[in-house]
């Protein structure tokens, strides 16, 4: 009987710690870790960017994620409890993490090494899968493939999926320069800034586009919406007085004396821009040779003009920017209606003067000054 006895409690004592054992194996695999994905990540004291750095933490460190607190993560690292931001984590149990490629050309690689061969081409702005860390690289699936891409070229987020293409600051290639045409088609962006590269002034483009457009979100980066609808040709979001902003980075100074006068050659029709205020609108030479004896094309320009100078035409000088046949052209005028009236359709009870770099007035051969330092500012607000 004894012996039964303590044969069913050596029974019972395997079952527990089976039961117990079994029990902390379960734990253990409830426990989540991750790794680093950036050099010299700040552990912090609390879960934002001006508390006190704990440690600094190496790439591919491993951590314990503790917990979430918004965009960080609570993490034990080396036995000192913190918070990092979750961009910089590479979770291993979420199975995946969404990643956007930095530029164009970037190789995708049947192994974790610079000499190994090439599975394919990425492209800038291109949405990736990360399913592990090795080092300094990254195992991916992009799109029917599957290999290795160095980690300098990718942008990791903290989501799982990447919807689509995404382009955003630090990118530069083709699809960025793609981007910047539309922008600059918009009149959000000078021809001066399709560059190729996603820096401030192209973030703050798509950010007043986003805002312009009513989208859901005006943050500057251009995810699949912003794109969608960016390239939508019934969308006709643009941007006023888009010409004035187009034409920036583009103004030449041209003299009156050297060629300016045969460009800007009499009953030509072009486009002048107010520099202080972006208007526009049409304009014909019918006479003038020490400087362009003008008119307003028609009634509604001169409706505009007049808007330019606040209701009432004046001597005043403005500094503007003359487009005629694909240049340019730094400039000056007044508003003021004045003798010659060619056209009375117009609502312009005369004609007035428009100023190139060294022009003259009629009356007395000489330059006029203050057109010219309109000329001038003209042409540093628009070089």
Request: aromatic share 10%; charged share 20%.
């Amino acid at each position: 009987m004894k012996k039964r006895l303590a044969g069913i409690i050596l029974c019972l004592c395997i079952c527990a710690l089976a039961l117990f054992g079994a029990g902390a194996r379960v734990y253990a695999a409830e426990r989540t870790f991750g790794q680093i994905t950036a050099s010299d990540v700040n552990l912090r004291r609390e879960s934002n960017a001006d508390s006190d750095v704990l440690a600094t933490m190496p790439l591919n460190a491993e951590i314990e994620i503790l917990g979430e607190d918004g965009n960080w993560y609570r993490v034990d690292y080396n036995g000192t409890i913190g918070y990092v931001r979750q961009d910089y984590v590479f979770v291993n149990t979420l199975g995946s993490r969404a990643a956007y490629v930095t530029a164009d050309g970037v190789k995708l690689r049947g192994g974790p090494d610079p000499s190994a061969y090439i599975i394919t081409t990425l492209h800038a702005g291109q949405g990736v899968k990360v399913k592990q860390m090795l080092g300094e690289w990254y195992f991916v699936i992009a799109g029917d493939e599957s290999g290795y891409v160095h980690r300098s070229y990718l942008l990791m987020t903290k989501v799982s999926n990447t919807s689509s293409d995404l382009l955003k600051v630090g990118m530069e290639g083709q699809e960025v320069k793609r981007l910047q045409r539309e922008l600059y088609n918009r009149g959000f962006l000078s021809a001066a800034d399709v560059t190729g590269s996603y820096g401030a002034k192209t973030r703050a483009a798509v950010a007043e586009f986003q805002k312009g457009a009513k989208l859901s979100s005006a943050d500057g980066v251009a995810g699949a919406e912003t794109l969608a609808a960016l390239y939508d040709s019934t969308n006709r979001t643009t941007k006023a007085n888009a010409l004035a902003t187009q034409v920036k980075g583009t103004v030449e100074l041209l003299d009156w004396f050297k060629g300016g006068s045969d460009w800007l050659y009499r009953y030509c029709k072009f486009v002048v821009i107010d520099v202080r205020t972006g208007l526009s609108f049409n304009v014909r030479r019918f006479g003038g040779w020490y400087h362009a004896d003008c008119e307003p094309l028609t009634a509604n320009d001169t409706a505009i003009m007049k808007k330019i100078v606040n209701g009432t035409w004046t001597w005043n000088r403005r500094p503007i920017w003359v487009v005629f046949n694909g240049r340019v052209v730094a400039a000056s005028m007044h508003s003021m209606p004045h003798m010659a009236n060619p056209t009375q359709s117009n609502n312009f009870p005369g004609h007035f003067c428009i100023h190139l770099y060294h022009s003259k007035v009629h009356a007395n051969s000489k330059e006029c000054p203050r057109h010219q330092a309109c000329v001038m500012e003209a042409y540093r607000k628009g070089r």
